[in-house]
Every structure is written in structure tokens, then in C-alpha cells.
T-cell receptor, first 116, second 112 residues
Framework: GAVVSQHPSWVICKSGTSVKIECRSL??????MFWYRQFPKQSLMLMAT?????????EQGVEKDKFLINHASLTLSTLTVTSAHPEDSSFYIC????????????FGSGTRLTVV | SQKIEQNSEALNIQEGKTATLTCNYT??????LQWYRQDPGRGPVFLLL?????KEKRKERLKVTFDTTLKQSLFHITASQPADSATYLC???????????FGPGTRLSVLP
């Protein structure tokens, strides 16, 4: 089945630095990928929709200058958390629509970001 | 505004019993309703998708129903096992790759 690989699985960074998270579709092309964040014991909240070759679409309340999204190819989308602060600590997950009909979305394994 | 509710934050059942989870929604007309499983520290895993014109769908020990009049989906796990313990999320999809929203999830614990 479709696989989405997300890297790194966890990262600790100092406040003020930037962190890049990669999301790759391994065996299919994804013109659109989605980025979510999830706080403990809460559901996934969509942050932005990443479109190959064009600008990402951000959800209301998500700072586009802080969460930079680049979707340079049909198999790779990246999320860069710029000037990270402790409140950005969260679980970030990407997804893409699975290529098979009726197969829902395929999610990456997530990235646990801790800003100290 | 759109709202998705799942019957309870947590549900405990005995091994071998049928677990029934509920997903209710308002102010939304989904083309599809999906169910996912999420284990701690992992991304969600797709389980089943049911279309607005379908009443029921099954996959092994899983069964999903969809009532667009009641705006409700029921998710059943028969002959539950401790390995079924996880958080289960329902998600609504308008079918256009947009406005895909998750419910808050139900944390299921199957007790041996």
C-alpha cells in the first residue's frame, strides 16, 4: 500500500532556531500534501495544504511566515518551523491522499518537536 | 460552524465484546466519512471509508454505518482484542481534497 515517510521522528531544538521536517510519498505521487499538528490528548488540527509547484494554503490562525511549507516535487513536502519557541512544541504529522480509490489518506509517522 | 463529536473520550470494554464508537456531526455535508486508528506517538492509520450513499461497510472485524439523516456514523469492532486498544478518529471529507476534518477521537481500551 501507499507509504508516506516522515523525518525526523523526533527533534529537540533550542528556542530561536529553525527546524525542517520532511514528508515523502514513497511509492506514489502526491500533488497535494497536508500538514497537521497535534497537542497531547487532542485531535489533529490541519495547519496547511501543500500544493506541488505553488504556494501552500494555510488554515486560519496559522502563521505562514513561521511555518514555511515547500512542495518542490511530486514526492516531497517540507515544513520548516522558523524561530521556534517552546509553545511550538507539538506532534507534527503530514499526509497525502492515497492513490487507490476508497483508501482514505496515508499519514506519516509524525515528528515530535520539543523546543527548549 | 462545523462540529464533530465522538461519543466519549474514553471507552473500556472486556475482551471478546463488541466495541461501538459513535461519531456525530453538524453543519457539514460529507461525501465520505472515514475512520482511523491512532496509536500513541504515531500517525493515524486508515481503516474504513464509507460514502454518503452507502449505509454500511465491513472489513474483517470492523463495521461502519453511516446515517446522513441522523448525521451519525457508528463504528463497531467485534470480538475485540487487547491489541485493538488505541484512539479511534472519525474524519469527514467533502470529496474535493479540502475541508477534511477530524473528530476529537475516542480512546478505546480492551481489557483482558
Amino acid at each position: 500500500g501507499a507509504v508516506v515517510s516522515q523525518h525526523p521522528s523526533w527533534v529537540i531544538c533550542k528556542s530561536g532556531t529553525s527546524v525542517k521536517i520532511e514528508c515523502r510519498s514513497l511509492d506514489f505521487q502526491a500533488t497535494t500534501m497536508f500538514w497537521y499538528r497535534q497537542f497531547p490528548k487532542q485531535s489533529l488540527m490541519l495547519m496547511a495544504t501543500s500544493n506541488e509547484g505553488s504556494k501552500a494554503t494555510y488554515e486560519q490562525g496559522v502563521e505562514k511566515d513561521k511555518f514555511l511549507i515547500n512542495h518542490a516535487s511530486l514526492t516531497l513536502s517540507t515544513l520548516t518551523v522558523t524561530s521556534a519557541h517552546p509553545e511550538d512544541s507539538s506532534f507534527y504529522i503530514c499526509s497525502a491522499r492515497s492513490p487507490g480509490r476508497g483508501d482514505g489518506y496515508t499519514f506519516g509517522s509524525g515528528t515530535r518537536l520539543t523546543v527548549v | 460552524s462545523q462540529k464533530i463529536e465522538q461519543n466519549s473520550e474514553a471507552l473500556n470494554i472486556q475482551e471478546g465484546k463488541t466495541a461501538t464508537l459513535t461519531c456525530n456531526y453538524t453543519n457539514y455535508s460529507p461525501a465520505y466519512l472515514q475512520w482511523y486508528r491512532q496509536d500513541p506517538g504515531r500517525g493515524p492509520v486508515f481503516l474504513l471509508l464509507i460514502r454518503e450513499n452507502e449505509k454500511e461497510k465491513r472489513k474483517e472485524r470492523l463495521k461502519v454505518t453511516f446515517d446522513t439523516t441522523l448525521k451519525q456514523s457508528l463504528f463497531h469492532i467485534t470480538a475485540s482484542q487487547p491489541a485493538d486498544s488505541a484512539t479511534y478518529l472519525c474524519a469527514l471529507d467533502n470529496g474535493h481534497g479540502q475541508n477534511f476534518v477530524f473528530g476529537p477521537g475516542t480512546r478505546l481500551s480492551v481489557l483482558p
